[in-house]
């Protein structure tokens, strides 16, 4: 089983600045990753698939990056409905399917 | 429009029963893969289980033997029957079509989510 790491736990940003986070997998899983946006009480939605291609309706400030065991979720200038917990997800090996634990992105 | 409704959810005594369903609408179910996802108070998300497009299936370690998902093609309807529910099964039950990628499948609509409890 593939274990996703997400770094840091928590991120600190003020409205305006860039968010970097960070995604591991403990092996190779190629392009296919996806990262998912969760607000409390709310189900996950999904940002970017294969590695790089945002998803339907997403806005263009959201933009991932990586291959391989290395992956970025970067959000240019954060707007105040971006706060929230980002997921990346594995899809190379499966199943089981895996999901990192998860970044909390918070308002500093 | 898209979209996945979960119904089914409620509190459930340990070693109980208990069936969820996913209405889909605007899609069909039987020529996608669809998943289902928990997520247990205050963590992440878990894959659970998946039924392919030509009817087979998996499921995570966790809940081999315990679980089983299904769909029937008539009501476009998902189910996942839970057996011998445990207290760690407690979480948010999300079911999720699959969607195809560059090379394999990722989880592109979600529904809302319902929630189980096994507690005495």
């Known amino acids: 089983e593939i274990v996703m790491t997400q770094s840091p736990a928590t991120l600190s940003v003020s409205p305006g600045e860039r968010a970097t986070l960070s995604c591991r997998a403990s092996?190779?899983?190629?392009?296919?990753l996806a990262w998912y946006q969760q607000k409390p009480g709310q189900a996950p939605r999904l940002l970017i698939y294969?590695?790089?291609t945002r998803a339907t309706g997403i806005p263009a400030r959201f933009s991932g990056s990586g291959s391989g065991t290395e992956f970025t979720l970067t959000i240019s200038s954060l707007q105040s409905e971006d706060f929230a917990v980002y997921y990346c997800?594995?899809?190379?090996?499966?199943?089981?399917?895996?999901f990192g634990q998860g970044t909390k992105l918070e308002i500093k | 429009e898209v979209q996945l409704v979960e119904t089914g959810g409620g509190l459930i005594q340990p070693g109980g029963s208990l069936r969820l369903s996913c209405a889909a609408s605007?899609?069909?179910?039987?020529?996608?893969?669809m998943s289902w996802v928990r997520q247990a108070p205050g963590k992440g998300l878990e894959w659970v289980s998946i039924?392919?497009?030509?009817?087979?299936?998996d499921y995570a370690d966790s809940v081999k033997g315990r679980f089983t998902i299904s769909r029937d093609n008539s009501k476009n309807t998902l189910y996942l029957q839970m057996n011998s529910l445990r207290a760690e099964d407690t979480a948010v039950y999300y079911c999720?079509?699959?969607?195809?990628?560059?090379?394999?499948?990722?989880?592109?609509?979600w529904g809302k989510g319902t929630t189980v409890t096994v507690s005495s």
């Open positions: 997800q594995q899809y190379n090996n499966w199943p089981p399917y895996t």
């Open positions: 039924i392919y497009s030509d009817g087979s299936t």
């Open positions: 092996q190779s899983v190629s392009s296919n």
């Open positions: 999720a079509r699959d969607a195809l990628g560059g090379n394999y499948y990722y989880m592109d609509v």
């Open positions: 605007g899609f069909t179910v039987s020529r996608n893969y």
């Open positions: 294969d590695a790089s």
